[in-house]
């Protein structure tokens, strides 16, 4: 838990630098179905408590599944995903586990946060700073479509669903894709 807390706020100061709030984490279950385990559930109700401590506002949980075997089988290109917070039950004093549904928004890009070119060179960063993958983004996810193609088409599902014009969104994932497709 130490190690995850260091570059927990680590990722906090740099976000608040950007002038942006934590408000939740995320991580990937690469291969399998996105349900929290026990582990996931503790580390959320450790991280609502380090982020927002007695403050009460929501820090939500996301977990993404963009490469679960079942998703081969009937060429599902959307990213599967559970959103959760964690709240102690009132009349128990139990922990018990919300599911929550987020919809995607466009904000001013302008006024959130760092401007394009600071994202694309982070992702830029950490692609290049990864050792080994845990998912090998040429390979095939399955017979139509690499890991990759998988990747971009989830991310341009989100980037319209946000509402984002076709040009900006071609832009956009070319630009992506090339820092990928660079490394692999």
């Keep these: 838990m130490i190690c995850i807390a260091v570059s927990q706020c680590e990722a906090a100061e740099t976000l608040r630098e950007w002038g ?66 964690v709240e102690k039950h009132d009349r128990t004093a139990e922990y018990c586990p919300f599911a929550l549904k987020p919809g995607v928004v466009r904000g001013d890009l302008d006024a959130l946060g760092p401007s394009l070119e600071v994202v694309l060179e982070t992702i830029r960063d950490l692609r290049n700073n990864v050792q080994g993958e845990r998912v090998a983004l040429m390979e095939k996810f399955n017979n139509e479509w690499t890991n990759l193609d998988k990747m971009m088409a ?6 319209l669903k946000a ?22």
């Design 20 to 85: 942006l709030d934590v408000v939740g984490w995320y991580h990937s279950h690469p291969t399998f179905a996105p349900q929290p385990s026990m582990r996931d559930l503790t580390l959320q109700v450790d991280l609502q408590d380090m982020f927002n401590g007695s403050v009460g506002q929501p820090f939500v949980a996301l977990i993404f599944s963009p490469y679960f075997q079942a998703d081969k089988l009937v060429n599902r290109l959307s990213t599967r995903m559970t959103c959760f917070v």
């Design 154 to 159: 989830t991310l341009q599902l989100c980037l």
């Design 163 to 184: 509402k984002f014009s076709k040009s900006e969104t071609t832009t956009l994932l070319s630009r992506i894709q090339s820092l990928f497709q660079s490394t692999s």
